[in-house]
């Protein structure tokens, strides 16, 4: 089974924190994601990685970056975390985008 | 644009009893797939199915089965014998293309509560 982890369940953080969210998987995955989650808003992709170093813009990516220096992992960071950043961040992995994504267990962040 | 479409933010089912959840969804693409996510309150999202767009048989995974309809862009989810583990949040997505290559795109999702 495919196994997608994140380093945080539940994350408080103060305005202006620099903030690492970091995602890994175990199947060897081309494809990476990161996307957040509000309500009413559904899913939205902030970044994504088809390859190690590699990276394009989802639709949110403003205030956010990406690192991806080993395929299994995939970091979102937050350079100066504000107040309207604070979501449910989802990671995901995929052998392919158009297939099928399997997502982590998420971490609900807190921006205060 | 690219749009998927779940127009029943809430629904209700008894255990053991019937449900099905719409999505529509919008695409000029002849071969894609389509999903079926589960989201519980302990908020992991599962796969609970796949179809793929080429194949006219529906998918069923025990429980759940869809209903396609390819020219009506429609992508049902029924889930038989409804058990008090199927509450959960539910997602339909489909894979963006052209300018939103390597998304998934998102309905809003439907909530549904299966009552005792």
């Known amino acids: 089974d495919v196994k997608v982890t994140q380093s945080s369940r539940y994350l408080v953080k103060r305005t202006g924190e620099k903030v690492f969210l970091e995602c890994v998987q175990d199947m060897d995955h081309e494809n990476m994601f990161w996307y957040r989650q509000d309500p009413g808003l559904g899913l939205r992709l902030i970044y994504f990685?088809?390859?190690?170093?590699?990276?394009e813009k989802g639709d949110i990516p403003e205030g956010y970056s990406v690192s991806r220096e080993k395929k299994e992992r995939f970091s979102l960071i937050l350079e100066s975390a504000s107040t309207n950043q604070t979501s449910m961040y989802l990671c995901a992995s995929a052998m392919r985008p158009e297939e099928t994504q399997y997502f982590g267990p998420g971490t609900r962040l807190l921006v205060l | 644009a690219q749009t998927v479409t779940q127009s029943q933010p809430e629904m209700s089912v008894q255990e053991a009893e019937t449900v099905t959840l719409s999505c529509t969804y919008d695409?000029?693409?002849?071969?894609?797939?389509l999903f079926w996510y589960k989201q519980p309150p302990s908020r992991q999202m599962i796969l609970v199915i796949r179809q793929e767009a080429y194949k006219q048989q529906n998918a069923t995974e025990n429980r759940f089965s869809v209903n396609f309809q390819k020219a009506a862009k429609s992508f049902s989810l029924k889930i038989s014998d409804s058990q008090l583990g199927d509450a959960a949040m539910y997602f339909c997505?489909?894979?963006?293309?052209?300018?939103?290559?390597?998304?998934?795109?998102f309905g809003k999702g439907t909530k549904l509560s299966v009552k005792p």
């Open positions: 695409t000029s693409e002849s071969d894609y797939y």
């Open positions: 990685s088809y390859d190690v170093k590699m990276k």
């Open positions: 997505a489909y894979p963006g293309y052209g300018g939103s290559q390597g998304n998934l795109i």
